[in-house]
């Protein structure tokens, strides 16, 4: 059982059931292999996807060719929006990190179905807001709290995005390395090696079939000093 739905932050959840089989009829049926790159950053966006199952990661190039990963999508969930109406080039890179069932729209239908069904567009203005105070949120404690602060950030969204309930804590959902895991803060896997040793020997945290399990939440969420952020917000 899911520790927390999201459903509010998830676009295709926040319409009726006549609006989600409208939009579904609308869309071209495809299925990617983990690995398949659905566009670039810096490319024309074309289209945008509604994943159907599977996982997307979004992820920007830094300066020195180094990956850093912004997001990583799930079921009912868009991904390619952010250039699609504004003509700027892409911002992300998006990767399937799992065999996926994706819904591709191009530019003209999505337009056509916003202009024609209201429901629609402000579901979508709704997941955009979100969607971007998410991504400014975690790069606020990114800012603020170091890297240390970004990999309790880190563990916390996923924890609200991919959490399960454990007799023990909060079990995360989702094989995370500390490679991948450093890509989400920007650091090195032997600096994320280092923090998660000692989250571990000081029984923050422990591991379960090479899946993380949290015992003390408020322990991160103490050092961040958070405050009584939506979890809608508090996503990866």
């Known amino acids: 059982m899911k520790k927390q739905e999201l459903k509010i932050s998830r676009f295709f ?7 989600k089989s409208l939009f579904l009829n609308k869309g071209q049926k495809m299925t990617v292999d983990s690995g398949t790159i659905l566009f670039s950053e810096g490319e024309e966006s074309q289209s945008i996807y509604l994943i159907l199952s599977g996982l997307i990661r979004l992820s920007k190039l830094t300066a020195d060719g180094k990956e850093f990963a912004v997001n990583l999508n799930q079921k009912d969930e868009l ?7 504004n003509g700027l080039p892409l911002s992300v890179t998006a990767t399937a990190i ?3 069932v994706l819904m591709r729209y191009d530019r003209s239908v999505i337009e056509k179905l916003f202009e024609e069904n209201g429901e629609m567009a402000v579901a979508y203005m709704k997941w955009s807001s979100i969607h971007n105070q998410s991504t400014q949120s975690k790069f606020r404690d990114l800012i603020l709290c170091g890297k240390k602060g970004g990999l309790y950030s880190t563990l916390i969204r996923f924890s609200n995005s991919y959490g399960e309930n454990h007799p023990d804590g909060v079990l995360i959902n989702v094989n995370l390395t500390n490679h991948e895991i450093a890509n989400y803060i920007g650091t090195t896997r032997e600096g994320v090696n280092r923090m998660m040793s000692e989250l571990k020997k000081d029984q923050i945290i422990s591991y379960e079939n090479n899946m993380i399990v949290i015992h003390d939440l408020n ?14 917000i508090c996503t990866i």
Do not use: W
């Open 13 to 19: 959840d926040m319409l009726s059931e006549e609006s």
């Open 79 to 85: 991904v390619g929006e952010s250039g699609l109406f």
């Open 98 to 100: 799992e065999d996926a």
């Open 219 to 232: 322990y991160l969420k103490e050092f961040l000093k958070c405050g009584d952020c939506p979890v809608e």
